[in-house]
């Protein structure tokens, strides 16, 4: 049963820090890219951040310079690294494994708000 559980996420004034992390069970976690996607109230669910299995990353432009994802393949989990956050961050985060042409996995999400 393959399981993606995030972790994380809180309440946070603008300009500060969270790191989210996504731990991966059931899935040779090694092969597939994972992601970070956002969906905040009334919006679409967006992509904030990719890394592929060997590394290469890719960001949305709303989050370039400000935001960081990384992996660590021993511990089969893939952490987001917030930094200098706006209330326009506010959403529910969600993890994300991809395997293409296979389906994704989801997480169940964690809640970010960016608020004074």
């Known amino acids: 049963q393959v399981q993606l559980v995030e972790s994380g996420g809180g309440l946070v004034q603008p300009g500060g820090s969270l790191r989210l992390s996504c731990a991966a069970s059931g899935i040779a976690f090694s092969v597939f890219a994972m992601g970070w996607y956002r969906q905040a109230p009334g919006a679409q669910r967006e992509l904030v951040a990719v890394i592929t299995r060997t590394g290469i990353t890719n960001y949305a432009d709303s989050v370039k310079g400000r935001f960081i994802i990384s992996r660590d393949n021993a511990k089969n989990t893939v952490y987001l690294q917030m930094n200098s956050l706006k209330p326009e961050d506010t959403a529910v985060y969600y993890c994300?494994?991809?395997?293409?042409?296979?389906?994704?996995?989801w997480g169940q999400g964690t809640q970010v708000t960016v608020s004074s």
């Open positions: 994300n494994a991809n395997f293409s042409p296979a389906p994704s996995y």
